[in-house]
């Protein structure tokens, strides 16, 4: 005996390894498919102006461990460049800024790949760079740029369905605007946790409810411990064929019939107990207002069924395929797929477990009904069982962002934006500045707009091109107020102002690259005088 104990080695225990230590946190964020997509992006940053803001997007990029990043950027660093940013010191005066970037941001995370361009002063050629180097996966730039330099990437984001972000910090304002190629879905969404709880207790499937039956089969000669830990799932259920049976079929659906279903459950509880009551029937009665409810579709999944198709690349897209065979799962069903997850709940530990395995198997029999249902569909013959599983699991959160074109009226906008000014001015009279609504960052826009090409601009230019574009906005106070923060920042960045923004913008990004979380739509304003932020779609 003694020599089979010692012949035996244990299995040795590995760990987490050092980059899961090095990335624990971020890991519990985006799993390790969002690490693998963050790895293997290439980031282009197209620098210009005070140069700051940028920089400061990539560091937040950097640091979670982005695959690569190129800085396109011909200025030389200077004195001013030494006070605004803090990937320069002395030594890179009259060094290229771009340069000294590049190596000061990669000391941060050496497993970074860093480049940058021009590798000589003066010799910058952004179309031969964006021609000789492999596809970005995003592009961002930053404010003011040359309009030659911006036609060359929009020409080139447009022709590689490359993501673009503009950026612009100047004084205590900033803005960045996301530019999507066509309507970009996110599937695993990161909805909050109670809200995924798919019950189904008005559709229970036949495993569920013979389940259900044969624990309440005589649920009032059950023992203390039995009836004191049924799960609350087989609690309602019992009870909802009661109420059905003496309510002519119909489920508590109103508040008033919850309110009343809720008491009757309540009373089938059993006080004589030390407690006074059972904790498992008292779960029930809160679980009913949540899980007891006609099947509805949430508005993101009704953009996804009434979304037409017109690119030829959104058209191969598995996730195309797979939202088609979702949508005819539930023509057919009257429901989505059952995600398979099931809160705690008090009961018996094989109890639940059991409970839990009939979920479980329920989800699995509804996604392989959508993977064969895929595999019908014409492209559909490679699409993965894992990208449907997690379709399934998130089929009521997908989100489509840039599903509808964007509003270009700034007319209609102008309105509403100043509207709700004049709504905030009246709530601070009524109230004797007691309480406010928040004002309008649509000026603020629209003055940092006016500057998107020239870095020193009078208030008077500012509003010249403010009217220019929007010619009701003469005579605007408020307008008027923004042009002349802008002027007098003339063109220089604050760095809290850009580190803060190029935190916002690293956090949509990465939401961008590793197609989790729901992005902003468009247009994200930052007024840093009232620290507030604003998003519109432009």
């Keep these: 005996m003694t020599e089979i104990v010692t012949s035996q080695t244990p299995p040795i225990l590995h760990g987490p390894s050092e980059k899961e230590k090095k990335y624990d946190r971020q890991l519990r964020l985006w799993a390790a498919s969002g690490q693998a997509a963050l790895e293997s ?34 200025a030389v660093v200077n004195e001013a460049d030494l006070g605004v940013n803090f990937f320069l010191d002395d ?38 760079t964006l021609e000789s180097s492999p596809n970005f996966t995003l592009i961002m730039y930053t404010h003011p740029i040359a309009k030659e330099s911006l036609s060359i990437i929009e ?32 599937v695993d969404t990161h909805p909050e946790v109670d809200k995924t709880t798919d019950l189904r207790l008005l559709n229970p499937w036949p495993e ?75 779960e029930a009665a809160v679980a009913i207002n949540k899980n007891v409810k006609a099947p509805e579709l949430e508005p993101g999944v009704q953009d996804l069924f009434n979304h037409q198709i017109s690119d030829e690349i959104e058209l191969q897209s598995s996730f195309w395929v797979i939202a088609k065979a979702i ?15 099931l809160p705690d709940m008090k009961a018996q530990s094989s109890v639940y477990v059991r409970l839990q395995s009939i979920y479980k198997e329920k989800a699995r029999r509804d996604a392989q009904e959508v993977l064969e249902t895929a595999r ?19 089929a009521r959160f997908v989100k489509l962002i840039n ?53 020193a601009s009078t208030a008077d230019d500012i509003m010249s091109g403010i009217t220019n574009a929007l010619p009701k906005a003469v005579g605007n106070e408020r307008a008027l107020q923004a042009a002349q923060e802008v002027a007098r920042a003339g063109g220089g960045e604050l760095h809290n102002i850009s580190a803060l923004t190029g935190g916002m913008v690293a956090q949509e990004m990465i939401k961008i690259i590793t197609k989790q979380y729901i992005p902003i739509e468009n247009t994200c304003i930052f007024d840093g005088i009232s620290s507030r932020c604003q998003v519109l779609r432009l």
């Excluded at 020409?155 to 970009?184: D, E, M, N, W």
């Excluded at 949508?327 to 997850?341: D, N, V």
């Excluded at 019908?376 to 379709?391: C, M, N, Q, R, T």
């Design 403 to 455: 599903a509808t074109p964007t509003n270009q009226d700034l007319d209609a906008i102008y309105e509403a934006e100043s509207a709700n000014d004049e709504a905030a001015e009246a709530m601070k009279v009524e109230t004797g500045g007691a309480f406010t609504l928040p004002m309008s960052n649509f000026f603020i826009y629209l003055a940092l707009v006016a500057t998107s090409h020239n870095l």
């Design 155 to 186: 020409s080139y984001a447009s022709q590689h369905k490359t993501p673009v972000i503009s950026i612009h910090s100047a004084g205590f304002y900033s803005y960045f605007r996301i530019s999507l190629p066509g309507t970009f879905p996110i």
């Design 327 to 341: 949508e005819a799962f539930y023509r057919k069903h009257g429901c989505l797929p059952l995600p398979g997850s």
């Design 208 to 282: 569920l409810v013979e389940f259900s039956q044969s624990m309440t089969k005589d649920i009032d000669a059950l023992d203390e411990l039995e009836h004191g830990h049924l799960p609350y799932v087989v609690i309602l259920l019992h009870y909802l064929e009661e109420w059905r049976q003496s309510h002519n079929g119909q489920n508590p659906i109103s508040y008033t019939d919850k309110t009343a279903f809720s008491k009757f459950v309540l009373s089938k509880a059993r006080t004589n107990n030390p407690e006074g009551g059972e904790e498992n029937f008292q």
């Design 376 to 394: 019908v569909i014409a492209s559909g013959k490679e699409v993965d069982p894992a990208e449907v599983d997690l379709f399934c699991k998130n």
């Design 91 to 128: 030594s890179c005066l009259g060094k290229l800024r771009s340069e000294c970037c590049t190596k000061l941001l990669q000391e941060l995370n050496p497993e970074v790949q860093g480049d940058w361009f021009p590798k000589e002063k003066g010799t910058l050629h952004l179309r031969n």
């Design 41 to 74: 992006a290439n980031i282009l940053l197209v620098n210009s102006g005070a140069g700051t803001v940028g920089v400061e997007t990539l560091k937040n990029l950097v640091l979670p461990g982005i695959g690569k990043f190129t800085i396109v950027d011909d």
